[in-house]
């Protein structure tokens, strides 16, 4: 099965910065679009950021100016790299890769990994 491992996250401090990866595996077919989602305690998942197979990105308003999505096709990786964070920003946070299959896209996920940002 396709396989999404994240890491990089832990306690940090408000204003510092974590950078989060996401390394697909076993994927047959090509990846599309990759994104990141976060849920906090008690609140729904939440869109962070996408990055398309073209490299356009966008994101949630939360997180504009201060996240920065990228990719490394050749490994089949995201990255997050997450700037001025906030008290607000402790979430757990996902990985979602949407892999083309020949009848569509498929949609893996990681078992999220725990940003924490100490006020």
């Not at 939440?46 to 050749?74: L, M, Q, W």
Request: contains cysteine; glycine residues 10%; charged residues 15%.
């Amino acid at each position: 099965q396709v396989q999404l491992v994240e890491s990089g996250g832990g306690l940090v401090q408000a204003g510092g910065s974590l950078r989060l990866s996401c390394a697909v595996s076993n994927s047959i077919f090509s990846i599309n679009d990759m994104a990141w989602y976060r849920q906090a305690p008690g609140k729904q998942r939440e869109f962070v950021a996408v990055i398309t197979s073209g490299a356009s990105t966008n994101y949630g308003d939360s997180v504009k100016g201060r996240f920065t999505i990228s990719r490394d096709s050749a490994n089949n990786t995201v990255f997050l790299q997450m700037n001025s964070l906030k008290f607000e920003d402790t979430a757990v946070y996902y990985c979602d890769a949407g892999i083309k299959v020949p009848k569509g896209f498929m949609h893996s996920w990681g078992q999220g990994i725990q940003v924490t940002v100490s006020s």
